[in-house]
């Protein structure tokens, strides 16, 4: 792990360590739920990027990998997705993903699953868009990475990053498309070799630097097309 991403890593998870009751918060000129040991999305500049930066299927269908509190799978199907499916890992995301759902209204569009990537799904499950706004840190592979919110930041060997270039591919639609959140502070060496052992090339589809208490910043939306075409 590079020592500006511990760095970094570190100052974001001292802030989200000070929530220790559930609150609120507002984003993108609404309220939302946040329950103590899930991302924090107001914390960062990356949730009203990625918010203004995702190509939502209107009338199709998204899938989010690691929602967190829920609040761009709620933007999704405020902003027209017919079906939107959150996943995470961390029970109290999900839980929080259901909560902000029930508060804009969105509940019946809105499916929540709880588990390890794309495990709470059916094996018939296709989505038009799939997006994962990752925890791009990579830890040593023999690190253990304990608790909801080290799991938010780090991923020891990219071991989440390869599930997920490895079992998209059977959960999109023909012509679906598939995106990930990351940053400057990710191992972008290992994310391409990871994405070419899985027939993927990388491509940035939006980048913007941004100045942040824990230093400079760049937040990219990343494209994963099919190799050699
Ligand atoms: C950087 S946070 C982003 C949260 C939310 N999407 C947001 O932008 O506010 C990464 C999320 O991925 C989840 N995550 C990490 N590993 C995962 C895995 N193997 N399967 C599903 N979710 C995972 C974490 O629990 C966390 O909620």
Do not use: K
Not at 31 to 42: M, S
Not at 166 to 181: K, S, T
């Amino acid at each position: 792990m590079n020592g500006r991403a511990r760095q970094a890593a570190g100052i974001l998870l001292d802030r989200h360590r000070e929530i220790a009751e559930p609150a609120t918060f507002r984003l993108l000129g609404l309220e939302w739920d946040l329950l103590p040991g899930v991302y924090a999305p107001h914390l960062t500049q990356s949730a009203a990027l990625y918010a203004e930066w995702l190509p939502y299927p209107v009338h199709g269908s998204f899938c989010e990998v690691g929602s967190g509190c829920g609040y761009l799978a709620v933007t999704a199907a405020l902003r027209g997705c017919a079906h939107v499916t959150a996943l995470d890992v961390s029970a109290a995301a999900a839980r929080n993903t259901r909560m902000n759902a029930v508060r804009h209204g969105v509940a019946d569009r809105v499916r929540v699953g709880h588990g390890d990537m794309f495990a709470p799904l059916g094996g018939d499950d296709r989505f038009d868009l799939i997006f994962w706004n990752s925890n791009f840190v990579e830890a040593p592979a023999t690190e253990r990475v304990d608790g909801d919110l080290d799991r938010a930041f780090f991923d020891p060997g990219y071991g989440a990053h390869e599930a997920y270039l490895r079992d998209a591919a059977r959960h999109l639609q023909p012509g679906g498309r598939l995106l990930l959140g990351f940053t400057d502070l990710g191992s972008e060496d290992r994310l391409s070799e990871l994405a070419a052992r899985h027939g993927w090339s990388a491509g940035t589809l939006r980048a913007a630097r941004c100045g942040t208490a824990e230093g400079h910043i760049e937040y990219r939306l990343v494209e994963f097309r099919r190799a050699g075409r």
